[in-house]
């Protein structure tokens, strides 16, 4: 027997992190299945269950073979659409080169070609890395279904998706993380606050902008169809988030687990912080469990940008910051200007959004240089990888400046690109189902129910009685022709 003989490569491969590059993968693909689909299905109307559970699992399979065919390659292949700029030896570019992603290469080393030189060689397969991404890839748009919901078509659904990914996502990931422009300019994004959770809830809100308002009963009186199913589906979040942010630095390493704690802390002290207002501040002065469901969503969303760059103080600031912040805004900025007329219906701009956006500026401020992302470089000369914030280190203004405009350019991006395609597509087919299948929901768009047993048993019930009745008229009428047969026998 050959022991020492292994079934993978000797060198560019390390059991531990693709092992744990996987499981994190797995992580954050249960985040979206099942648990977006539940905790959407359950805060919706019952008639809406089935039509945003469906559109869920619609999108997760579409991106999938977006991803495949040609998004990967756009999000973190060879650079397609420069703008000259070289920093750090770097060519610095808008997107990569549309190609599939199939084939032997997803055996090879894994690689990011920007990247290469400026960080430690991966420890696992291209494969990998491809799926890792794709689960981000696949939840993003998952996210903004959540301002949509209650009337958008379905059949608009599962076109706008592919386009979005293509033209949005793959944009967003490769500026910031597949080494493009703001990626050579210094701005980070550890695990999407950007790229995922601030292009979401910029998405969302301008899509709802486009579709309208739901019918003004449903928005009046939209409340859950079921807190068991939110609660469920907000707890697979929350544990799944240790796979979104603890698998980024790519390796199995002490950042990882570093971002983990972190990720836990900030999402305590958000939901925290957010029931102490609702029961101080909010007009009930009642603690909700939706209240606690938005406060963690928040401390998730808000420590994701810098979840390795901070440290647990740092995470504890971010989640008490950002929660009072988003409270604020959910509670005073919804009755103004244009976020009183955009029926966000789950207020994705919110808890994404604003969060999104607030984690990504309080890089600048928290980021902790002793925080250390890469231990080495594989280019001769490099050093380890850190980050410092305003309130560290040299006390310099450029990662917040930097992470401002980076902050800037996503929003402005994801709006324009929405939009077009949004308008683009109405031009063929109908974004919003008519006012007639948005009485019925699910039973006119998927002819099914989400609690089918209900119907069931009353219609068994009906059939039951109907037979003991039929049987008691059938006995009475036995009782009397039975004498007659007795007595002629």
């Known amino acids: 027997?050959?022991?020492?003989?292994?079934?993978?490569?000797?060198?560019?491969?390390?059991?531990?992190?693709?092992?744990?590059?996987?499981?994190?993968?797995?992580?954050?693909?249960?985040?979206?299945?099942?648990?977006?689909?539940?905790?959407?299905?359950?805060?919706?109307?019952?008639?809406?269950?089935?039509?945003?559970?469906?559109?869920?699992f619609s999108a997760f399979s579409l991106v999938l073979i977006v991803w495949s065919l040609w998004g990967f390659n756009m999000g973190f292949g060879q650079p397609w659409i420069t703008f000259g700029v070289k920093v750090a030896g770097s060519g610095s570019g808008f997107v990569g080169k549309p190609g599939a992603a199939l084939g032997a290469g997803q055996e090879a080393q894994a690689n990011i070609p920007l990247l290469d030189g400026l960080m430690p060689p991966f420890n696992f397969s291209q494969s990998a890395l491809f799926y890792f991404q794709f689960v981000f890839a696949a939840i993003t748009p998952l996210l903004w279904l959540g301002s949509v919901i209650g009337r958008m078509s379905f059949k608009a659904w599962l076109i706008i998706v592919p386009l979005w990914s293509t033209l949005v996502y793959s944009v967003d990931a490769f500026m910031l993380w597949?080494?493009?422009?703001?990626?050579?300019?210094?701005?980070?994004?550890?695990?999407?606050?950007?790229?995922?959770?601030?292009?979401?809830?910029?998405?969302?809100?301008?899509?709802?902008?486009?579709?309208?308002?739901?019918?003004?009963?449903?928005?009046?009186?939209?409340?859950?169809?079921?807190?068991?199913?939110?609660?469920?589906?907000?707890?697979?979040?929350?544990?799944?988030?240790?796979?979104?942010?603890?698998?980024?630095?790519?390796f199995a390493g002490p950042d990882a687990a570093a971002a983990v704690v972190n990720t836990n802390l900030a999402t305590a002290a958000a939901l925290l912080v957010w029931l102490i207002m609702d029961y101080t501040l909010s007009p009930s002065k009642k603690p909700t469990l939706l209240g606690a469901i938005n406060g963690m969503i928040v401390g998730l969303v808000t420590i994701t940008p810098a979840a390795g760059f901070v440290n647990g103080f740092g995470a504890l600031c971010l989640g008490v910051i950002t929660s009072a912040i988003v409270w604020l805004a959910w509670y005073k900025l919804s009755k103004r200007w244009i976020f009183k007329k955009v029926d966000d219906a789950l207020g994705v701009v919110y808890t994404h959004g604003i969060a999104g956006l607030c984690g990504g500026l309080l890089v600048g401020l928290f980021a902790d240089p002793n925080m250390i992302e890469y231990f080495a470089g594989k280019a001769k000369g490099s050093s380890s990888f850190s980050v410092a914030g305003l309130f560290y280190g040299s006390h310099s203004w450029h990662q917040l400046i930097v992470q401002a405009g980076a902050g800037l350019t996503v929003i402005v991006w994801t709006a324009l690109c929405t939009f077009l395609i949004f308008k683009v597509v109405g031009l063929f087919v109908k974004l919003r189902l008519p006012d007639s299948v948005l009485e019925?929901?699910?039973?006119?768009?998927?002819?099914?129910?989400?609690?089918?047993?209900?119907?069931?048993?009353?219609?068994d019930t009906a059939a039951v009685a109907r037979s003991a009745a039929i049987a008691r008229e059938e006995a009475e009428a036995d009782s009397t022709t039975a004498p007659t047969s007795v007595g002629e026998s």
């Open 440 to 459: 019925t929901g699910d039973l006119a768009v998927h002819d099914e129910d989400v609690y089918p047993a209900q119907a069931l048993t009353a219609v």
């Open 1 to 56: 027997m050959h022991t020492d003989l292994i079934p993978y490569p000797s060198t560019g491969y390390q059991a531990g992190d693709a092992a744990w590059q996987l499981t994190a993968a797995t992580f954050v693909g249960l985040m979206s299945l099942p648990g977006l689909a539940v905790l959407y299905g359950g805060l919706v109307q019952k008639k809406w269950a089935v039509n945003t559970m469906l559109m869920a």
């Open 178 to 250: 597949g080494g493009g422009f703001w990626s050579g300019m210094g701005a980070v994004d550890y695990s999407g606050g950007y790229v995922i959770h601030l292009s979401a809830g910029t998405a969302g809100f301008v899509a709802a902008a486009v579709l309208g308002p739901r019918l003004k009963r449903d928005r009046d009186h939209g409340a859950p169809n079921n807190l068991l199913m939110c609660a469920t589906g907000a707890g697979i979040l929350w544990l799944g988030w240790n796979g979104f942010n603890g698998g980024d630095p790519y």
